[in-house]
């Protein structure tokens, strides 16, 4: 397993006092930050637009790790990469060519990721996976934070480690939704390698204490 990158989602994050908390979590050891983008259409919720992904480039130097969940990432990707995004995630489903909007992100200087839900077929999408760097599996089913992890992703996880290493590909594997200090041992063994938590590190009363559980949970601490 490569080394493990742990990237808290600032949406569980307390706002009024977002710029604390994001130095918290960096200094507690977070490797990237995770920022979910939600415009009421493709998902129920709404959350956060390029300017606050703009601010939060301002206060932290870690990787800024934006999730589109949204119907018209052609439009806006390159937006937010200008406020400061270095990965950029769409779903294929919100694309009318998954090829071009990855290339399209991969050409504006940041790295392209596709997103898989629970309830998608691993072949539905593979195809798109040729042109990404990475892969996001979904283990719970976007729109919103705190929601439970779905166990039964798991083998789809290691379907898509498989997928990759037959290919020899350079694409990471990351994994969103539910995980916490007590389930990550079982993500990464199914391939994960980018693990995002929101609520796992946010709502604990020690973000370092939290981060360092979760590495010793995986042999990394």
Not at 4 to 25: C, G, H, T, Y
Not at 55 to 75: F, S, Y
Not at 189 to 207: H, K, L, N, R
């Amino acid at each position: 397993m490569q080394s493990l990158k742990i990237a808290p989602s600032i949406l569980s994050a307390d706002f009024s006092r977002l710029k604390d908390e994001i130095q918290a979590v960096e200094a507690a050891g977070a490797d990237w930050l995770h920022v979910d983008v939600m415009d009421g259409h493709f998902v129920p919720n709404i959350t956060i637009g390029p300017v606050v992904v703009e601010w939060v480039r301002k206060v932290t130097a870690i990787p800024l790790d934006v999730h589109l969940m949204i119907t018209d990432p052609d439009k806006y990707a390159p937006e937010f990469i200008k406020a400061g995004a270095d990965w950029v995630t769409v779903h294929p489903d919100t694309c009318a060519s998954p090829k071009a909007t990855l290339e399209k992100i991969r050409e504006l200087g940041a790295k392209a990721s596709v997103a898989v839900n629970p309830d998608v077929p691993i072949k539905k999408v593979e195809g798109c996976f040729v042109d990404a760097d990475m892969v996001l599996m979904m283990t719970v089913f976007p729109g919103f934070g705190g929601q439970a992890f779905i166990p039964d992703v798991l083998p789809k996880i290691t379907e898509v480690r498989k997928w990759i290493d037959d290919h020899r590909a350079a694409i990471l594997v990351e994994v969103d939704g539910g995980i916490k200090a007590d389930n990550i041992d079982r993500v990464c063994d199914a391939g994960g390698e980018v693990i995002v938590s929101g609520s796992g590190i946010f709502q604990t009363p020690d973000y370092s204490e939290t981060i360092r559980r979760m590495r010793r949970a995986v042999g990394q601490a």
